[in-house]
Nanobody, 127 residues
Framework: QVQLVESGGGLVQPGESLRLSCAAS????????MGWFRQAPGKEREFVSS????????YYADSVKGRFAITRDNDKNTVYLQMNSLRPEDTAVYYC????????????????????WGQGTQVTVSS
């Protein structure tokens, strides 16, 4: 069982940056691939980014590629999402998710692949 708690959301202006954090409970954090998803009002949840269990591989949605960066610190049981050059269309509730895996190479981008979810943190980009 893994419990995930996101933090770092807030209200920013277009072009500014935010860093989201997701802290995981448990001692086997390195056994989980991690992902970030988001859901805007009236829209379906969508994939943002994922990182392999040891951090060797990352994957991004086209909409955030070049602006967002996912990292993880397995010693701190935490995954991060650095979001730069934020746009109004990035406004959403951001969720982190965990998937148990033995693979360090397979990337997961579909929400049904993930077993554990955080409660979400609101990101609002507005002038």
């Amino acid at each position: 069982q893994v419990q995930l708690v996101e933090s770092g959301g807030g209200l920013v202006q277009p072009g500014e940056s935010l860093r989201l954090s997701c802290a995981a409970s448990g001692r086997t954090f390195s056994s989980y691939a991690m992902g970030w998803f988001r859901q805007a009002p009236g829209k379906e949840r969508e994939f943002v980014s994922s990182i392999s269990r040891i951090g060797s591989r990352t994957y991004y949605a086209d909409s955030v590629k070049g602006r967002f960066a996912i990292t993880r610190d397995n010693d701190k049981n935490t995954v991060y999402l650095q979001m730069n050059s934020l746009r109004p269309e990035d406004t959403a509730v951001y969720y982190c998710a965990a998937k148990s895996t033995y693979s360090s190479s397979i990337m997961y981008s579909r929400d049904h692949e993930y077993e554990y979810w955080g409660q979400g943190t609101q990101v609002t980009v507005s002038s």
